[in-house]
């Protein structure tokens, strides 16, 4: 095992090496750029000591030497931590909700080029020092996996820069100012100058896919056979959010319903939108409640379960944390039990209620209802009982300018849409399987 550690280390020297050079070389033209262009010699300064605290990193990093390397790596304890909050799934998801919850709320500070900069290059030094374990170092460099890490930082990039627009013109439109978009809107000829940034662009990531496909093998694998499956099976990663939706809901509800809705949804804006500002430019105080609805349902309810998916769900579907190995007889006790189960088992403490043997389809059906009411009568009450007392607290204003069927339509794409994190936690912490089970006709929820 130490003779191994030791190689994997020898193998991950120059990679390391380089990256520190790289993050070096990026802070160094950052600096350049604060003191030549914006006579900044301050933050000038910050960004030329830590681009030699990374110069320092690298000859460590190229040493390969399990000594040395001790010295760039992540502490044991802090690896057990950050494996701890990761593994348990509800930690996970909590954390990432109020992590993307004191951004919005501090985005003024998140959304300064030099806090920003400086978080990029915090996670860059993480990532750096986590290469140093070989689980973590396998999961990352994965070729199926790389794509995944690369979108993770440039969704983080395209999320700030809208961000930081959209905070500039509430500035503005506060000050009586025009967006930035129009007022530094110019038109410009498509020949020469698009199709000289189109042509640019291009030679660019062909360079990109050209160093990719010669360093990263091609992620083939052997023919397909049902006696020898991949473990975990997983699928490609933009469906990895479909498939973590599998595990909390039945098929014709994760991959029918729900994407159906969707669907609709995005489709349904238009229509039940009635705020007219923040056309054309980017904007937060004027829309505050898109905004929101829209980073929640893609990054927390899309984004984070790809995350999940690719880099967490091991052998089994289990979860492991980053730096956990990925053990193929980690066995988890579950014992998910159904809504009904809870109220006549639990309870009240007797059986559940079964039609007799002699009964016909239509007592079998009532007798499901009655076995099943718990479930039914909660489920009427998210859908229909929740939307007017909604209308009645906080969304009042919207109930007033929508109008009955337009906020009837909005309120329950929100309640479906809040239906897989609410399912996901219960089943989290209480194991809860369905609120609603018919087994007898596959319909659960």
């Known amino acids: 095992m130490h003779v191994d550690y030791a190689v994997f280390l020898q193998n991950m020297s120059g990679f390391l090496g380089s990256y520190y050079i790289f993050i070096a070389a990026m802070n160094a033209i950052a600096a350049f750029y604060y003191w030549k262009r914006l006579n900044r010699t301050d933050l000038a300064l910050l960004w030329t000591i830590v681009a030699l605290v990374f110069l320092v990193l690298s ?244 984004v984070t379960l790809i995350v999940l998916g690719t880099f967490l769900r091991g052998p089994n579907w289990n979860f492991f944390g980053p ?14 039990v159904d809504l009904s189960q809870y109220f006549w088992n639990w309870g009240l403490g007797m059986a559940l209620p079964k039609a007799p043997q002699d009964a016909n389809l239509l007592m079998q059906i009532g007798w499901i209802v009655f076995r099943e009411s718990p479930g039914i009568l909660l489920t009427l009450g998210y859908f229909i009982a929740l939307p007017p007392v909604m209308a009645i607290t906080v969304f009042r204003r919207y109930f007033q300018k929508m109008g009955f069927v337009r906020y009837m339509v909005m309120s329950n794409l929100l309640l479906f849409m809040a239906l897989l994190p609410v399912k996901m936690v219960l089943r989290w912490t209480i194991n809860l399987k369905y609120i609603i089970s018919i087994p007898e006709y596959l319909l659960n929820l």
């Not at 990352?140 to 999320?159: E, Q, R």
């Not at 193929?328 to 006790?333: E, L, Q």
């Open 323 to 336: 730096y956990e190995y990925w053990d193929p007889h980690k066995v988890v006790v579950l014992n998910n």
């Open 59 to 302: 000859p460590l990093a190229f040493s390969g030497s399990e000594k040395v390397m001790a010295y760039v790596s992540v502490p044991e304890g802090v690896r057990g931590v950050i494996d701890y909050f990761t593994a348990q799934a509800w930690l996970y998801t909590m954390g990432t909700t109020a992590m993307l919850t004191v951004i919005y709320f501090a985005r003024r500070f998140f959304c300064n080029p030099a806090v920003a900069w400086m978080g990029l290059n915090l996670v860059l030094l993480v990532m750096g020092l986590s290469m140093t374990d070989r689980e973590f170092a396998a999961i990352v460099t994965k070729p199926d996996n790389v794509p995944i890490v690369a979108m993770v930082f440039l969704l983080g990039f395209f999320t700030w820069l809208s961000a930081n627009k959209a905070i500039k013109n509430d500035d503005r439109k506060e000050q009586g100012l025009e967006s930035l978009e129009k007022e530094t809107s110019e038109k410009v000829l498509v020949w020469p100058d698009l199709v000289y940034i189109e042509m640019i662009c291009m030679v660019v990531l062909t360079a990109i896919l050209i160093v990719w496909g010669i360093g990263l093998k091609a992620p083939l694998e052997e023919a397909a056979s049902s006696v020898k499956t991949p473990n975990p099976s997983k699928a490609p990663w933009y469906f990895l959010g479909l498939q973590e939706m599998l595990v909390y809901f039945d098929p014709w509800m994760a991959g029918v319903v729900l994407p159906s809705l969707v669907i609709f949804g995005l489709m349904a804006i238009p229509f039940l939108d009635f705020n007219k500002a923040g056309s054309g430019y980017y904007t937060i105080k004027e829309r505050k409640f898109a905004y929101l609805i829209f980073q929640f349902g893609f990054l927390e309810l899309w």
